[in-house]
């Protein structure tokens, strides 16, 4: 069973930077992607950044943000910076089989979830 844990978010200001961990456990498939996705109040889930044989992210958060892991511990990380009050949101880490795809349905394993909140 694939079990994701976050941790990481917090409260900052705008312009200000975060750094979201992931650690992933169960994971017994040999191509994964994993990635980092996001859903603030009444909107719909959506992709940030994903790795795999590469890593892929949402336009509004390139040049900003960093996805990288670690293959020896199995975590994932996200460096996220000059923040801004639109990337409030509670923040989840993910992974699936295979290659990487935008869409949430894709993905069965979610964690928790980390709030983040950029004030201006």
């Known amino acids: 069973q694939v079990q994701l844990v976050e941790s990481g978010g917090g409260s900052v200001q705008a312009g200000g930077s975060l750094r979201l961990s992931c650690v992933i456990s169960?994971?017994?498939?040999?191509?994964?992607?994993m990635g980092w996705f996001r859903q603030a109040p009444g909107k719909e889930r959506e992709g940030v950044a994903l790795?795999?044989?590469?890593?892929y992210y949402r336009e509004s958060v390139k040049g900003r943000f960093i996805v990288s892991q670690d293959g020896q511990s199995n975590a994932m990380f996200l460096q996220m910076n000059s923040l801004k009050p639109e990337d409030t949101a509670i923040y989840y880490c993910?992974?699936?089989?295979?290659?990487?795809?935008?869409?949430?349905?894709?993905?069965?394993?979610w964690g928790q979830g980390t709030q983040v909140t950029v004030s201006s």
């Open positions: 790795i795999g044989v590469s890593t």
């Open positions: 993910t992974a699936r089989p295979g290659g990487c795809i935008w869409d949430s349905i894709a993905y069965n394993d």
């Open positions: 169960g994971v017994t498939y040999s191509r994964v992607c």
